[in-house]
Structure formats: C-alpha cells, structure tokens
C-alpha cells in the first residue's frame, strides 16, 4: 500500500469501526481492508477474550483515577515501546476537555497513572510489523493500518462494554488519530 492507500484504508476503518455492532465481523473488515485477512496469526486472534481484557483494565483505571467532570472525552493513544531490546504496541487512556486541546496537543488533564493498556492483539500486530522489518513495504500496513484498525475497534467495544458516553479518539502519540465513537 503506498501513502494515498493508506489514507483511504484509514478513512474506510473508521467509517467502518464507527458504524459496527459487531466485533469479530469488525476486525475481519480491518483484516479485509488492509488486505491482511489472509494473515493466520492476526485472523485467528481471539479478539474477544482481548476485548474482555482491555474492558477490565479500562473498568479499574476509571474506578480508581475517575476523570473529573470537566473531561469531555477520551482518548486512547497508541506509541512504539520498548522494553530492553524488544518493541510492543504502547497504548493508554487519557482524556481531554476539549478536541481543540486533543489538535493542539500538550499534556492530557486526565492522564491516570494507571493509564497503561496490555493486548494480545496490539502486540500480535506489532510482533507482524517486527517480523517482516522496517525495510519491507508492508511494514507500515502493520505498523499503522493494521495497529490503528485492532485499537480503534479495541477501544471503540471496550467503550461500548462500559457504556461510556463520551467522544471516543484513537490515535497515535506521533500524529494520525480519528473519533470512533459516538
């Protein structure tokens, strides 16, 4: 996929990530989309029992570091780790006031110290991305189509599960983000 593929692959993942009911239905379209559904590691995933995961985490956070009542939405952000010499999917909650301070950037008013997410499902797709290395034209399907896609819709049914409210963002810490819900 070149640039303006990408970008279109983007737009058609979010427009599908914000309109599904469906979560298993959903990664298969963002498998289809980025042209990976024949990837056995990521199409076989159990993206449910990710999904149960992430909503457990997300739950504690938000029950121990509630956001005050001036945060007006959330935003769960993707980075590249790295623990000694290995890479993992970074991701986190945090939230905002306003989308103007999301644009503008800046630290988040609510960044709970328990902000840190774990998933298989990210670290799979990170573990792709390391796999066929930074030199091949596929890596930055992984390293961004295929990763924005599993945290969109990770984040977007997590929200849902716990039936919050708010404006849902994913992006990552190094630019591209898009509200996914509602």
Known sequence: MNTGELAKAFRQMVETIS??????KCWQEILKITEEQGNEALASANI????DSIVAQVKNTLD???PSSEIRLLWFGLFDGLRGDKEYAGYYIAGWTAEEQLVEGGPAPYFPESRYITS??????????????????KFCVFDY??????????SRFAARSLGIT?????????????RIAP
């Open 166 to 178: 708010l404006p849902i963002y994913v992006g990552f810490d190094s630019g591209d983000f898009a």
């Open 145 to 154: 189509a295929v990763m924005f896609g599993a945290a969109a819709t990770l």
């Open 64 to 66: 121990t570091q509630p």
């Open 120 to 137: 298989q499902l990210l670290d799979a797709v990170k573990n792709e991305a390391v796999r066929i290395g930074r030199n091949s034209p």
């Open 48 to 51: 449910r029992s990710d999904l």
């Open 19 to 24: 309109s599904s009911n469906d979560l298993s």
